[in-house]
């Protein structure tokens, strides 16, 4: 599919909005539908007289993504020239401005050079996601003393830079909403908007939308806009005060197009749209025939495939058997009776298959079924082989055999399982992988590779399969990952043998982290299950059980308790 960049102008109140801003812009102009009553943006605070150099370097770094207050700390000549990168370098809250080793005297003492040194997390791309880079950060500026003795930055650093909380304050995580290569299931993709002005940011997240999946998704996801002849949008104020986004450009679009059209629309606007109500035009006509306003809740479901039934409540493997995670019980079957020696296992979303992992004398070999059935042996064996993990509709499965070749299986017409297509080379270098799975909307990956932590997109064309830019998260932080599992469509749960951070709550990006509480585990965690709806659920030290439904609560014991290294498992 082609990715056609559109133009998108928002009308606004009482101006026009023209561009993507991605540094906050100084500007506050007020668009229609997203009226803001909260103090004014940019508000500006003397700065100190006695401010010494390395407090003036420092606070300019401080106020960067707000240019009209980090323009107070440049000469005049400088406020001429300066504009902030577009993608910054995010760099940790703590750092250092120092003079350096040696201070070169220069226009008699009257500049002063300044060294920043810090941490470096990650970048905003040009598609507006953020990017993990870790490692050092060190730049300087050139301070200089005005005629009326105060110091200001004369050369700002080469770079951008900013801090994680900074980041965090001036630009907002958007998921944006695209559709799978089969346009079936609806998937999130994070973006990072700039929050100022407030009342641009329904604009500006309708140009990220209009420009299509970010760099790691352009091959697995797919915009029904970007498949539109030309796609325009535009936003003005309708009399009641609703969001009103009127297209051009899609032609003779089906009524399936235009609802999920609708569905990308509305959900990628849900959270900046005041009032939720958006309303939706096509030519000047309603979008959808009959439906010109819509809410989040007004959408079709395009995630069900993607969602276990409350009605499966999980299982576990012990001792080689599969077990109920609703009462440790055997599941009916030969898989829950011992005739196969289970190390692992995975339950299709749907629920109805069931794949093992099954110690075969000295070897590992996978066995595929239904849940209560006979598990047909498939013809793969290996040395070691990943917990096996399926994609939506039962009919694709992957896992990892002797920690570097993904194979990837599909059942054939026959209903037999045979390996498919399938490029995996871009994970040569990661290390060996423990632990792979599968997003439940098929499109990405998250793995345990060489200890770390580590994502992917999953690139479709026909039948061949490849797996996309994959990236380290969290890298300096987590160097020894030992599960990790999918908590919702990008919220990954990591389990880790960490300390403090021995489990977490991480996006797909890796951005941020929320530790659960801990204190009651025997560390090391051994495993870690989640899926939507649903409980997390780790193994600790001492083969307990245990769930959590929301970080900071203390662990409740799961039920279950007795069993040799249980590993429990959501369906997915």
């Not at 990308?264 to 010109?292: C, E, W, Y």
């Not at 012990?318 to 609703?326: A, D, E, H, T, Y």
């Amino acid at each position: 599919m082609s990715r056609l960049r559109a133009i998108l102008t928002v009308l606004l109140l009482l101006a026009v909005a023209a561009g993507c801003a991605n540094i906050p812009e100084q500007s506050n102009p007020q668009v229609a539908g997203t009226q803001d009553t909260s103090e004014p943006e940019n508000t500006v605070v003397p700065i100190d007289r006695d401010a010494d150099p390395l407090t003036i370097a420092r606070d300019f770094v401080a106020h960067a993504t707000n240019v009209d207050v980090a323009k107070q700390y440049l000469t005049p000549e400088a406020q001429k020239t300066w504009e902030p990168e577009a993608q910054p370098t995010i760099m940790e809250n703590t750092y250092n401005t120092i003079p350096p080793p040696v201070q070169e005297p220069n226009n008699k003492g009257n500049e002063q050079t300044v060294l920043i040194h810090g941490t470096k997390v990650g970048r905003l791309g040009p598609d507006n996601s953020f990017i993990p880079a870790p490692g050092a950060y060190e730049d300087k500026v050139t301070v200089q003393r005005q005629a009326d003795g105060q110091w200001r930055v004369s050369k700002p650093p080469a770079t951008t830079a900013i801090t994680l909380d900074e980041f965090r304050s001036a630009y907002r995580q958007v998921p944006l909403y695209f559709f799978d290569s089969e346009l079936n299931i609806l998937v999130p993709d994070l973006r990072y908007v700039a929050q100022r002005p407030s009342q641009g940011l329904p604009s500006r997240v309708l140009q990220e939308l209009l420009a299509g999946p970010s760099d790691m998704l352009a091959g697995p996801l797919r915009s029904l806009l970007g498949d539109a002849a030309n796609p325009s949008a535009s936003g003005v104020a309708g009399e009641d005060g609703d969001l009103v986004v009127s297209l051009t450009g899609l032609g003779n679009a089906n009524l399936d197009t235009r609802n999920k059209i609708a569905a990308q629309i509305v959900l990628s606007l849900q959270g900046v749209a005041t009032g939720g109500v958006i309303k939706l035009l096509a030519d000047n006509t309603p979008l959808v025939p009959g439906k010109p306003k819509w809410r989040a809740s007004d959408v079709p479901s395009y995630t069900a495939p993607t969602t276990p039934s409350p009605d499966l409540p999980g299982m576990f493997v012990s001792n080689g058997r599969v077990r109920s995670l609703k009462d440790g019980n055997p599941i009916p079957g030969p898989a829950g009776a011992g005739q196969y020696n289970v190390q692992s296992a995975a339950q299709s979303i749907n629920g109805a298959q069931l794949a093992v992992v099954e110690k075969y004398g000295n070897k590992m070999r996978l066995r595929v079924g239904k849940v209560d059935g006979p598990l047909s042996i498939v013809p793969l064996t290996a040395n070691t082989m990943t917990r096996p993990t399926w994609r939506p509709g039962a009919n694709e499965l992957w896992t990892v055999i002797n920690g570097t070749t993904v194979v990837r299986l599909v059942r054939t017409k026959d209903g037999t399982w045979a390996p498919g297509s399938m490029n995996s080379s871009t994970l040569a270098s990661f290390g060996p992988i423990t632990t792979m799975r599968l997003s439940r909307d098929g499109t990405r990956l998250a793995m345990v590779a060489g200890g770390r932590l580590a994502v992917a997109g999953v690139d479709r064309n026909g039948d061949t399969v490849s797996v996309r830019l994959p990236r380290r998260l969290m890298e300096d932080q987590l160097q020894d990952v030992v599960d990790v599992d999918w908590m919702g469509p990008f919220t990954l749960a990591v389990a880790a043998d960490e300390g403090r951070d021995s489990v977490l709550s991480v996006p797909f990006d890796g951005s941020q982290e929320v530790p659960y509480d801990i204190s009651n585990l025997t560390l090391p965690v051994r495993s870690i299950a989640a899926a939507p709806n649903s409980p997390l659920t780790v193994t600790d030290k001492e083969s307990r059980v245990w769930t959590s439904s929301v970080p900071g609560e203390a662990w409740r014991s799961q039920g279950v308790s007795g069993f040799s290294d249980p590993l429990p498992f959501y369906p997915g």
